[in-house]
């Protein structure tokens, strides 16, 4: 149970995106914000989780940039408008970590792999792995939580998992009944 897990401010949340914050859009990306969609009670969810940790990171694979799908400054045009967004909401995302090469590609950063948890605590230096949280909804995203040593939580979805995350959850509101 997550309540054993002793939660308090000085934890960490990292998210990954799509999927988490926003509806996935399946075999294909969000190329400009009109396609970001909020999952219901995402916004919600944001505006107390946000709070309650010491730091909400976002770490997001989005190889549309490397396949010229968009541009990084599209890309970045869409975080900007999901954290103006978050904000008015009541939220707080306090850094956005964007691994934006394909598949196997240099340099490493996508999830699995753990470059962008390194950057957040290198951004961060009070950031613990054992008192942090991965939510995600994919095999990579629970392994990246793994790979640092975080609790992983998987949000369920038509997404076959394979790797066992420590915890299962429909959508991000029901982490707050955990965790509170």
Same mark, same amino acid.
């Given at each position: 149970m997550i309540k054993e897990w002793n939660i308090d401010s000085s934890w960490c949340l990292f998210l990954d995106r799509d999927g988490v914050i926003n509806e996935r859009i399946w075999n294909g990306y969000v190329l400009n914000y009109e396609q970001f969609v909020f999952k219901a009670n995402s916004l919600k969810a944001l505006k107390f989780l946000t709070h309650y940790f010491s730091h909400t990171i976002i770490v997001t694979n989005q190889q549309c940039?490397?396949? &010229?799908?968009? =541009?990084?400054?599209?890309?970045?045009?869409?975080? /900007?408008? %999901?954290?103006?967004?978050? =904000?008015?909401h009541g939220g707080k995302i306090n850094s956005i970590f964007a691994a934006t090469e394909e598949k196997g590609e240099i340099p490493y950063r996508r999830k699995p792999n753990k470059k962008m948890g390194i950057e957040a605590? &290198?951004? *961060?230096? &009070?950031? /613990? *792995?054992?008192?942090?949280? %991965?939510? #995600? /909804?994919? /095999?990579?995203?629970?392994? *990246?939580?793994? &790979?640092? #040593? %975080?609790? =992983?939580?998987?949000?369920?979805?038509d997404e076959k998992n394979t790797i066992q995350a420590d915890f299962n959850i429909s959508n991000l509101i029901e982490l707050i009944d955990f965790i509170n």
């Amino acid at each position: 149970m997550i309540k054993e897990w002793n939660i308090d401010s000085s934890w960490c949340l990292f998210l990954d995106r799509d999927g988490v914050i926003n509806e996935r859009i399946w075999n294909g990306y969000v190329l400009n914000y009109e396609q970001f969609v909020f999952k219901a009670n995402s916004l919600k969810a944001l505006k107390f989780l946000t709070h309650y940790f010491s730091h909400t990171i976002i770490v997001t694979n989005q190889q549309c940039v490397s396949k &010229n799908l968009i =541009t990084i400054k599209e890309l970045d045009e869409i975080h /900007d408008q %999901m954290l103006t967004e978050i =904000t008015e909401h009541g939220g707080k995302i306090n850094s956005i970590f964007a691994a934006t090469e394909e598949k196997g590609e240099i340099p490493y950063r996508r999830k699995p792999n753990k470059k962008m948890g390194i950057e957040a605590q &290198n951004q *961060f230096p &009070n950031i /613990d *792995f054992t008192k942090s949280i %991965m939510v #995600g /909804d994919t /095999d990579s995203d629970i392994e *990246f939580g793994k &790979n640092l #040593g %975080m609790k =992983t939580i998987l949000i369920k979805s038509d997404e076959k998992n394979t790797i066992q995350a420590d915890f299962n959850i429909s959508n991000l509101i029901e982490l707050i009944d955990f965790i509170n």
